[in-house]
C-alpha cells in the first residue's frame, strides 16, 4: 500500500545559521527584541541595565546609565515585555510627542527619535501598574500584575480611571480590572499575554483564556486545558498562533487547539521560538545535537539545521531571524537566519508512520522537488524500534542542477514500528512531494 500520498505541499529549504558578524557586542547581554528596522540589545553591566541598539551593522550604546532598577539580580525579568506604542500625550515627558518604547515590568519608557534610536528616557506614571506582562489591543493596553488583569480606558495607556467601588452601571470608557481565576488552573502563575486577532489571551502552563470584550466591563473566559511554561514561544506566523508545550508544538487557529507532529524523537524544546519566512522557527537539542527546527504547515514537517551553540532567544529584524546565542560562561553572540537564498542547507524530516499501522517494511519511496539551483542531497530512512533501538539506512546519494526532479528509490527495508525520511544536503530546493509504499500490519 501506499503510506502516504503526495499530498505533502511544498517545504523550502533552510537558511544557514551562522554568526551575525558584530564585532562589537556589548557583555551579559539578557535580552533581544526587534522594532522597526532596528534590533535593540539590553544588558546588565556594573549594577545597571544598558540599553544598545544594533542598525545597519552598527551597535550604539543610548545612555550610560539606564537604569538602577533590579527586578531580578541577573537581569532576566528587565525585559519582560517591551511595547512600540504611538501614544502621542505629552504628560510622559514634558513635551516629547514622538512614539514610545515602553519596558514591563521596569515602568520605563523612551523616546524614538526619527532615525529609530530611543532617548529622553523617564518613568511611567504611578496610576500603571508595575505589569509582568503587557499588550496592547484596540487602543487600550492589557497588563497582568499577579492573577489580576488591568485594561486601560478608552483614552489609551494613560487612561486609569476606574468605575466607583458601588457603581451600579459601569462606565463603557473606563479602565477595568479583574481577576484571572480559572476553574482549569487556577493556581498556576500566568506565562504570556498575547493579542491574537480580535481577542486577548492569557496564557498559564496548563491552560488558555481569553478576554472577552470590547470596553468595560470585560470578563475572563476559560478556552482550553492546554497551554505553555515558555512564555516567549508564543508566536502568530500566518494567521496562526504557534506556541510549546510539554515539549511538543501546538497551534491555536482561533477556534481549535491542535498538537503538531515532534520535530524528531527525543528532542528536548527550551522554548526558544521566532518566525522566518511564514514558518515558526524553534530551537531544540537532541542529545548532544543542537537544532533550529521550521514548522512547514503545508507538508506538516519540519526543516532544521545542525548549530554549533545554543539558541537562547530570537528576534526578527528586517527580515532577518537574530538568534541570542551562549550557554553559562560562555560569551554573548548573535547568529542570524536570513531569508536569502545563495546559501542554503537542509535537514527535512518527514514522520512515515501512520496511528493505524503496527509496524511497516518500506520497499519504495518517490521525491519530487524543485531544485532552484546546483543542488547536493542524501536521502535516508530512520528505523524506531519498540525497544527503543534505532536503525539508519541510506536509500541514495543525487546532486543537479536547476529544474524540477522526481527520484525514484527502490530499496526493500526491514520491518519497524516507525519510520522517518530524513533528506540531508546543500542547496536551495522545494519539496514538492513524497510518497512511500510499504507492506504493513494494521491496528
Not at 4 to 10: C, K, L, R, V, W
Not at 142 to 157: D, L, P, W
Not at 167 to 194: N, Y
Not at 207 to 215: F, L, N, T
Request: glycine share 10%; aromatic share 12%.
Amino acid at each position: 500500500m501506499n503510506l502516504f500520498p503526495d499530498d505533502s505541499g511544498t517545504l523550502r529549504t533552510h537558511a544557514p545559521f551562522k554568526s551575525a558578524g558584530i564585532s562589537s557586542l556589548p557583555g551579559n547581554i539578557r535580552a533581544i527584541r526587534a522594532y522597526g528596522s532596528s534590533l535593540i540589545l539590553l544588558n546588565y553591566e556594573s549594577g545597571y541595565y544598558g540599553i544598545y541598539v544594533l542598525k545597519q551593522g552598527t551597535v550604539t550604546k543610548t545612555g550610560t546609565t539606564v537604569s538602577t532598577y533590579h527586578y531580578d539580580s541577573d537581569g532576566s525579568e528587565f525585559c519582560s515585555q517591551l511595547i512600540l506604542c504611538d501614544e502621542q500625550s505629552a504628560e510622559l515627558d514634558e513635551g516629547c510627542t514622538h512614539t514610545k518604547l515602553v519596558f514591563f515590568p521596569a515602568k520605563m519608557y523612551c523616546c524614538l527619535g526619527s532615525d529609530g534610536v530611543p532617548s529622553s528616557y523617564g518613568y511611567l506614571p504611578d496610576a500603571i501598574p508595575s505589569f509582568r506582562f503587557a499588550t496592547l489591543s484596540k487602543g487600550r493596553l492589557y497588563g497582568i500584575a499577579g492573577q489580576k488583569i488591568y485594561v486601560s480606558g478608552e483614552g489609551g495607556m494613560l487612561d486609569w480611571t476606574f468605575d466607583e467601588e458601588d457603581c451600579e452601571k459601569p462606565d463603557s470608557r473606563h479602565a477595568w480590572v479583574g481577576r484571572t481565576l480559572t476553574s482549569t488552573e487556577a493556581q498556576l502563575p500566568i506565562t504570556a499575554l498575547v493579542s491574537y486577532k480580535n481577542e486577548v489571551l492569557i496564557f498559564r502552563e496548563n491552560a488558555m483564556q481569553s478576554v472577552v470584550g470590547a470596553e468595560n466591563p470585560y470578563t475572563v473566559k476559560d478556552l482550553f486545558k492546554v497551554g505553555t511554561s515558555y512564555g516567549k514561544s508564543v508566536k502568530e506566523v500566518d494567521g496562526k498562533l504557534y506556541f510549546i508545550s510539554k515539549n511538543r508544538v501546538f497551534c491555536y487557529n482561533g477556534s481549535t487547539v491542535v498538537k503538531l507532529p515532534a520535530p524528531e524523537k527525543d528532542v528536548f524544546l527550551t522554548g526558544a521560538a521566532g518566525v522566518l519566512d511564514g514558518k515558526y522557527c524553534f530551537y531544540g537539542e537532541a542529545g548532544e545535537k543542537k537544532k533550529v527546527y521550521t514548522y512547514d504547515a503545508d507538508s506538516k514537517s519540519y526543516a532544521c539545521v545542525t548549530v554549533s551553540k545554543a539558541v537562547r532567544e530570537f528576534a526578527l529584524c528586517n527580515d532577518v531571524l537574530y538568534a541570542l546565542v551562549g550557554e553559562k560562561g560562555e560569551a554573548d553572540a548573535l547568529y542570524c537566519l536570513s531569508a536569502d537564498r545563495s546559501a542554503v542547507c537542509f535537514e527535512a524530516r518527514f514522520p512515515l508512520m501512520s496511528d493505524r499501522f503496527l509496524s511497516a517494511s518500506l520497499y519504495s519511496t518517490v521525491l519530487r522537488a524543485t531544485l532552484h539551483g546546483a543542488c547536493t542531497m542524501r536521502v535516508c530512512a530512520k528505523a524506531c524500534h519498540g525497544s527503543g533501538a534505532t536503525n539508519t539506512y541510506t536509500l541514495g546519494t543525487f546532486s543537479g542542477g536547476a529544474g524540477e526532479v522526481t527520484y525514484r528509490l527502490q530499496k526493500r527495508l526491514p520491518s519497524a514500528e516507525e519510520w522517518t525520511l530524513i533528506v540531508e544536503g546543500r542547496g536551495d530546493m522545494t519539496f514538492r512531494g513524497y510518497e512511500c509504499s510499504c507492506r504493513a500490519k494494521i491496528r
